[in-house]
């Protein structure tokens, strides 16, 4: 649209107010980054986002435990994460190396398959412009209400592990930590305090000071007891954009969610017994050797209605994915399909060529002398 220069200043003043307009309201509208494990705070004035989160969650029947690696992006130097757990946790770093034995662990299966006859893609088919498709998770005094069970650090990261009463206290102790509770999240967090939950919360700093936080954090490996698989899902309600869920399960048995708490249905990407012998998956998955690996998605985060409770599946049927690269069939560099067309119309047009060479050399052969005359309606002989 023309902006009139008589209305040129006005309207760059409109455009600012509307610019810091935008700011206050992301401020109100999404204070806090949801992710399926928690949420993060970033400090004041400052934005932080959790680019993606890869979660492992280990139950033995009686004690379960999660290993979470966050990738984080923005400009804050410094933010909070707060995790609800239902028992007493004790917290460590974890290995980054079982996240790459995830990965090629689950990795889907590649294999040929060949067709004969052209497909989009192969000549004389060939459309688009040739690019591929998409490829087939010390104790210090508190506020009141909060007792800070333990306090430690662990590489950027500065844990405690709390008891709260109430959200309120929750807050007050994020407050004396130089972090704001979101009204959302207070509200969110009110069931967990109901069932008497704990929390961990995380101060995450970066090692270098004056540098935002950014790229693949050291991952995170919580221990709590546990009378059932839960994963919490509750706090990821206050997103403002959908939300994906990866997350890998570790059991006696392949495991699914008991519901879909709002979400698309969950869909399992793996299943099946890990055969590592050594290295920190096989050391992780002793005493529950299947592996899950379970994918999904959340259009509309404020429709999930609370967190994931992980059930036994019916079966430990194992399960792969495969991505099949189709290729067209050759024979010496040549299509199969061009040389058999080809080949036929040869063959036709020989066959056909025979059978004309014949039959005028038939019509052409003398009759002999003592042959009878021909009928007068028959043809005589070709000179």
Known sequence: MAVHPRGGAKARVLT???????VQLGSLLAPAYACGCGAVIPGAQQNVAVDREVSVVRWDGRQEQIVMRLTVAGDAERAAWIMPVPARATVRLGDPALFDELDRTTAPVHRDRYHF?????????????????????GAGPGAPGVGVVGRQRLGPFDVARLTARDPDALGNWLGANGFTLPARLESELRPYVDRRWEYVAVRLTPETAGIPLGGVLDPLHLTFAADEPVYPMRLSRQAATSQSLGLYVLAAHRMEPESSIGGARPRVVYAGRVSARSGPLAELAAGTPFLTAIGQEFPRPAAISGDHVLRRAPADTPFQQVIYEDHLRTAVGIPAWLLTVVGGLAAAVTAATVIFVRRSRQRSLPLPPDAPPLPPHAPGPID
């Open 16 to 22: 600012v107010v509307l610019a810091l307009l935008a």
């Open 117 to 137: 006859w052209p497909e989009d893609g192969d000549w004389p088919l060939v459309s688009g412009n040739g690019a591929g498709g998409p490829p087939p998770p």
